[in-house]
């Protein structure tokens, strides 16, 4: 490996640890961001949503183990939405071969823009938890769907819905992190089969995620409320979504 590869994956690592620590403090994975990261960085997109849904799996079990050795992780709670995401999300990463690149790219701007909002304005007062196992089983298909499409966890979405419906932050942050990798390992084994993996980049950008879960995770359990981190990541996805639409709009600052 010389020199100017050693600098290429150097960038991808740093870019990866400081994104997954960010957003493992919100108890979700980076691969909403990271992947259309690496798409105007020149990686191509199925490349990038393939690497950006194993990462938000190595990054998110190594939260889940530290949270279930805490006793703060509710399985039975997290169980329909990990049996859901589970069926649907391989079907929308199948289902993206037949879509258009710049349809998928503007569902992906949609998908950052919905979360921003839900994270910016799920400040409903906790009155009744809508807790029927139907209604988790429905966010965890619809959710997967689309984010087996576009390439990410689904986790930021899935989070402020769960706040909506009257749910702790930090028990739902819990339990998505333990719901990431089944949806994003099964994502990832269907976009195997259609597409050319870059296994060095693969295993470098993994190595950071997992270091950006422990840190992400350990500032969020005993350094950060649930609010400020949903408030840092609502911005850096407005500003990312921004930034896409300017580039699909070809417009150049």
Do not use: C
Request: hydrophobic share 60%; charged share 10%; proline share 3%.
């Amino acid at each position: 490996m010389n020199g100017s590869e050693l600098l290429h994956y150097g960038v991808y690592f740093l870019l990866t640890l400081a994104l997954s620590t960010l957003f493992s403090m919100g108890g979700v994975g980076a691969a909403i961001v990271l992947v259309p990261t690496f798409t105007m960085m020149g990686m191509p997109l199925n490349l990038a949503k393939a690497i950006g849904l194993f990462i938000n799996s190595a990054s998110t079990i190594t939260a889940s183990v530290m949270n279930f050795f805490r006793g703060v992780l509710d399985v039975g709670f997290a169980m329909p939405l990990v049996i859901s995401i589970l069926l649907a999300t391989p079907v929308g990463a199948w289902l993206s071969q037949y879509v258009q690149k710049e349809v998928v790219e503007w569902i992906l701007v949609a998908f950052l823009l919905v979360s921003a909002l839900l994270l910016i304005f799920s400040h409903r007062e906790t009155k009744v938890v809508y807790d029927k196992a139907w209604i988790l089983y429905l966010i965890g298909g619809s959710v997967g769907l689309v984010s087996g499409m576009i390439g990410v966890g689904g986790g930021s979405l899935i989070m402020p819905l769960l706040i909506l419906l009257g749910f702790d932050a930090k028990k739902a942050a819990y339990a998505i992190s333990f719901v990431i990798p089944f949806s994003s390992l099964g994502g990832f084994a269907t976009y195997l089969s259609f597409v050319h993996m870059d296994w060095i980049m693969l295993g470098v950008v993994t190595v950071a995620a997992i270091m950006g879960g422990y840190i992400g995770d350990r500032i969020m359990h005993y350094n950060l409320t649930p609010g400020q981190v949903k408030k840092l990541i609502a911005v850096l996805l407005l500003l990312l979504s921004a930034k896409m639409v300017m580039k699909l709009l070809h417009i150049n600052v």
